[in-house]
């Protein structure tokens, strides 16, 4: 049997069942033939006779093979989540121009959306948007080694430390130096629940599991090494369409008290309206 080679997200998801994958940036790619296709081994056994094992008549005796029984024929395949694949062949990764746009625009538009990280997929339910020359921007300290992938181009991942414990996963918007990111509040689970639990820590379905900042940052399992990551390209970490909600709840971001007036009372805070996986609080959200 042989699988296509190529860097479609099918590609991709059958390299992660059946190879190591790189748990970082990278794409794994599996070593290919002349033909440039993959082929899946059998999993047939085969046994050899030492060499060192003689006749009665101390002749040596040649190696054979043991023919194959009839159970190792029918040894079970490795199965692959088929489910997942149309749901990726369905939600194709976004494109790097959908993020060229104002933070603010971006955004909402985000909701819906799906994030993934090899069998691990969850659906923005909550953003928050931080723009060029707002007071609770990062990009308000110039570029720093720290604040550097904020000023890159939209479409990367900004991957921050808040507290000296919760991962932060924001999307970079706009042009390059622009400055603007997206904040990833919340999200619900689509696929790789067990995995989600077992990074969080945690043996629950409620929303609990995923409504925060760094909840999320935690089930996708990432660190400041994802910075700078683009989430327009096969393999890692992905940003994958989705289907836009009905709608949005808005409201003003949380924790920004530092900030200036105008910019703590914006409404820069976007929630799809009707879903419990959202953060709190709650009560400063109302419908757009």
């Not at 490795?78 to 694949?85: E, V």
């Not at 720290?146 to 919760?166: E, I, Q, S």
Request: aromatic share 8%.
């Amino acid at each position: 049997m042989t699988l296509c080679y190529g860097s479609c997200q099918s590609c991709t998801l059958i390299c992660h069942f059946n190879a190591n994958i790189n748990p970082m940036k990278k794409t794994h790619r599996l070593k290919n033939d002349s033909n440039h296709n993959i082929t899946v081994q059998n999993f047939a056994t085969k046994t050899k006779v030492s060499s060192s094992k003689r006749f009665k008549n101390k002749q040596k005796s040649k190696e054979y093979t043991k023919p194959i029984s009839e159970s190792e024929e029918n040894l079970p395949i490795p199965q692959i989540n088929t489910t997942l694949i149309a749901f990726l062949d369905k939600n194709p990764i976004l494109s790097r121009n959908f993020y060229q746009i104002d933070a603010l625009d971006l955004a909402p538009r985000l909701l819906g959306k799906f994030l993934r990280r090899d069998d691990v997929v969850l659906q923005i339910t909550e953003v928050e948007a931080y723009r060029p020359n707002d007071s609770a921007c990062h990009g308000r300290f110039g570029k720093t080694a720290r604040t550097a992938p904020v000023f890159g181009p939209g479409g990367h991942a900004y991957v921050y430390l808040c507290y000296g414990l919760h991962m932060m996963l924001n999307v970079v918007a706009d042009k390059e130096e622009a400055g603007a990111a997206v904040l990833i509040r919340s999200c619900a689970p689509i696929y790789g629940l067990g995995t989600i639990q077992q990074r969080r820590g945690l043996k629950t379905e409620k929303p609990v599991l995923l409504a925060g900042p760094g909840k999320v940052g935690q089930a996708l399992g990432l660190s400041t090494e994802w910075s700078s990551h683009a989430l327009y390209t096969a393999g890692g970490l992905e940003l994958l369409d989705g289907p836009e909600p009905e709608h949005i709840l808005v409201g003003p971001r949380v924790g920004i008290e530092y900030a200036l007036p105008e910019h703590v009372n914006a409404l820069w805070r976007f929630a799809i309206a009707g879903s419990s996986w959202i953060s709190a609080p709650k009560k400063t959200l109302r419908p757009l």
